[in-house]
Structure formats: structure tokens, C-alpha cells
């Protein structure tokens, strides 16, 4: 028996994907715009009001360096007040798009009546999702406002790429799709993808980061952002690769079968395991670690998109259009 859309709701869908994309684009400006004109982030917090600021006189290499207090220093200009606005107008803008997204995968699932991440469409959908879900949890945790411009035009990106590449109209999917262990296995698989984006975009700004970008959150901030992420979002990655194997058991009778999704989740799984084995290793910090967490954010986006794209094997019907 064919199984019914609700025209409807997928129309819906699709309608608050595209609201979502603008709502994080706009938002993505306002964090810009906070970046370029609001107050300065990266400063000496170790100074305190009483402490003298090393200051060259002469404004070159060979100029002299002299103790100044830090009372008779040049003060910042205020920032104008629109500028001020921006961060709160930007997290506003993100909160509302992350209600449209939610909708939109919402809206898709109910359309068919499935679980709405069956096709490579629908994952990159509810991967952004997630990597904006990460950003938003994190910034009540622990204020990190500054990633705001990266992450939402990463999801941004994302979003487009799907809706331009990858989209499919809502239908049925495989008869080895239809199983509750999609809202095992995918669900754990975005949740951790979400959190190493978050943890990607702050190691690309850690090493395209310049010392005089003062604007910019520290290195130590970034390296520290990272290193949260993935230590949340590696145990759920694992977790992902353990359930897909018993699903693989169920589907196909064997645990594992060396298809290339399998090999490659497998290859992310030892490439963050070896960033937090280097992290975990005494004097191993800074940009070494980045550029291995970078490796493994590598992998990660070749396992999500182009196995899909390029290798195909048992998990083809992802359904990528040609």
C-alpha cells in the first residue's frame, strides 16, 4: 500500500528551510556587525585598573617601551548604541531560526509520517540543526557569543547546499529505513556531528586567527571551545558507530561488512580519539591538537557527504541526487 504525503506540511517544510537560511543569514550579520563595531573581547584581563600598560614610544621596532599607568592610557572609543544592539538583535535572529529548523524537520517528518532524516537531504537539514543547537547551548553554559557569526554562516552554507544539491520531495523511503533504529543510530550521529562543527569552525578561526585581531575571541578560547565539544560529542559519536552496527546486524546479518560508510565512520571515530589522546598528552596543545582535530573534522564531512557522493555501497539509498 503506497504510502500517503501530506502535500501540505512538506510544502510547509521546505518554505521554513528556506525562512531558515535567511533568518541565520541575517543573523550572521548582526553577529559581524558586533564583531566589527562592538566592544573589544580579546584584552589583557590580567591587568587590573591600578596596573601600568607597557606602551612603545615611537610607534616602531626601535622604539622605547615605556611603563605608562594604566589610568593615563588612551581609553577605547564607546562603541555607537546600534552596535551594542547587534549581538542581542543576531542571538534573537538565531533563536528564531533554530525554531523555524526545528519546524521544518518537524513538518517533513509529519508530511510522510517517518523520521524525517532518510535521505542526505533530510541528515544535512537536521545537521545544522544541530551544530546551531550545540552553539545555542553552549553560549548559556559558558557566553561564547563570539562564535555566533562562524556558526550560523556555516549553517547557513549548509542549508543552501542542501536545498540547491541534495533536495528530494518528501516520500517513502527503503524498507531498511523504516526501523526504530534510524532514531537510534542517525539521531546520535547528528547530535555528535552538530558538536564537532561547532568544534571545527573554532579550530579553522584558532589557526587563520592574527595576534592583532583584538576583536576576536583569545586562542586559548577557542582551543577551549573545541575541546569541550568534542569531548561531548565523541562519546555520542561512538555510541552512533556501536548502534549502527547492531542495526547492520539486524538489517544485513553481519555486524560489520567494510562498506565504505562503515570504514569511514570508523576513521573519524580513530581521528577523534587521537585528538583527545593528543590533548590528554602533556604539552600537546595549541595548534598541533587543532590541526588533528581539523583532520578528524575532515573525515567527518567525506563520511557525511561524499561517501554518499562518490563511494555509494550498501548506504546508497541516501538518495543524492544526480
Known sequence: MPVEVDVGLATLSDQLTLATVLLYIVAMIGYALDLGFGRVRSTAKARTAGEPALVTVGGDAGGVSQDI????????????AWA???????????????????????????????????????FVVAMCFAAVSAFLFMHLRYRNLFLGAFVTV????????????????????????????????????????????????????????????????????????????????????????????????????????????????????????????ARATAGFRGRAAMIVQLIAFACLMFNLVGVN?????LHSYAEVPG
Open 69 to 80: 599607568p594604566r589610568d593615563e592610557a588612551p581609553e577605547e572609543k564607546a562603541p555607537p
Open 309 to 313: 557522493i562518490f563511494l555509494g555501497g
Open 154 to 277: 556555516a549553517a547557513a552554507l549548509g542549508l543552501g547546499f542542501a536545498v540547491r544539491y541534495l533536495y528530494v520531495q518528501a516520500g517513502p523511503v527503503v524498507p531498511a529505513l523504516n526501523s526504530y533504529w534510524v532514531a537510534i543510530h542517525v539521531s546520535a550521529a547528528i547530535i555528535a556531528s552538530g558538536l564537532f562543527i561547532m568544534a571545527g569552525v573554532a579550530g579553522v578561526l584558532f589557526l587563520v586567527r592574527k595576534d592583532s585581531a583584538v576583536r576576536l575571541p583569545s586562542r586559548q578560547d577557542l582551543e577551549r571551545v573545541a575541546h569541550r565539544a568534542i569531548v561531548v560529542g565523541f562519546p555520542i559519536w561512538t555510541f552512533a558507530v556501536i548502534a549502527g552496527a547492531l542495526w547492520a546486524d539486524k538489517a544485513w546479518g553481519r555486524y560489520w561488512g567494510w562498506d565504505p560508510k562503515e570504514v569511514w565512520a570508523f576513521i573519524t571515530w580513530i581521528a577523534y580519539a587521537a585528538y583527545l589522546h
Open 84 to 122: 551594542l544592539r547587534a549581538a542581542p538583535v543576531a542571538l534573537a535572529l538565531t533563536w528564531l531560526g533554530w525554531a523555524a529548523n526545528l519546524a521544518a524537520i518537524l513538518t517533513r517528518g509529519w508530511a510522510i509520517g517517518r523520521w524525517p532524516w532518510g535521505n542526505m537531504y533530510e
